[in-house]
T-cell receptor, first 113, second 112 residues
Framework: DAGITQSPRYKITETGRQVTLMCHQT?????MFWYRQDLGHGLRLIYY???????DKGEVPDGYVVSRSKTENFPLTLESATRSQTSVYFCASSEDRDEETQYFGPGTRLLVL | GDSVTQMEGPVTLSEEAFLTINCTYTATGYPSLFWYVQYPGEGLQLLLK?????DKGSNKGFEATYRKETTSFHLEKGSVQVSDSAVYFC???????????FGAGTTVTVRA
């Protein structure tokens, strides 16, 4: 199906482990974004990408790494997970002729023990 | 930097009641403004948007008007339904690189 998908939908890991969250979109949108959602904070931008091989930090990038070797994929890696990274993570993309409007994936719920 | 402040919830209403969620913003220039909705267990969906002052966005019975003089973008619906139960987020778009700044979200519960 066309759209934006995230995997896994749910993940439990332990402190110190590396975790990669996947995001895939079938629209060939140039812009892609990663957010985390925490109670009382709304959504906060972690990283974003304007095109393949172009990434930039958002509001809360520490402890995260991203890559964008292909337009359709934008994985987010937690290099050494911490309990404070327990959150719901959303990926989004925006189309080239209306970059302001973002389309969101269903989210990944991550629990770090 | 740009920021959005929206009314704290939770808000609980009866069906057919009037809903308003306040949203104010701080930004340099004239950003586009958005309302996104998140239904339980799902990602965010665009509800409506406005790109310039005095524009009114509308969708599914919801409306919001971009008020430059009061830096506000309040969301309203005249008669809510149980299916409107969700979390509503106000957001603005950075004009340079299309980043969105979100408010904290307002949880709305509509009871039959």
């Amino acid at each position: 199906d066309a759209g934006i998908t995230q995997s896994p939908r749910y993940k439990i890991t332990e402190t110190g482990r590396q975790v990669t969250l996947m995001c895939h979109q079938t629209w060939s949108h140039s812009y892609m974004f990663w957010y985390r959602q925490d109670l009382g904070h709304g959504l906060r931008l972690i990283y974003y990408s304007a095109a393949a091989d172009i990434t930039d930090k958002g509001e809360v990038p520490d402890g995260y790494v991203v890559s964008r070797s292909k337009t359709e994929n934008f994985p987010l890696t937690l290099e050494s997970a911490t309990r404070s990274q327990t959150s719901v993570y959303f990926c989004a993309s925006s189309e080239d002729r209306d970059e302001e409007t973002q389309y969101f994936g269903p989210g990944t719920r991550l629990l770090v023990l | 930097g740009d920021s959005v402040t929206q009314m704290e919830g939770p808000v609980t209403l009866s069906e057919e009641a009037f809903l308003t969620i306040n949203c104010t913003y701080t930004a340099t220039g004239y950003p586009s403004l958005f309302w996104y909705v998140q239904y339980p267990g799902e990602g965010l969906q665009l509800l409506l948007k406005a790109t310039k002052a005095d524009d009114k966005g509308s969708n599914k019975g919801f409306e919001a008007t971009y008020r430059k003089e009061t830096t506000s973008f309040h969301l309203e619906k005249g008669s809510v339904q149980v299916s409107d139960s969700a979390v509503y987020f106000c957001a603005l778009s950075d004009l340079d690189d299309y980043k969105l700044s979100f408010g904290a979200g307002t949880t709305v519960t509509v009871r039959a």
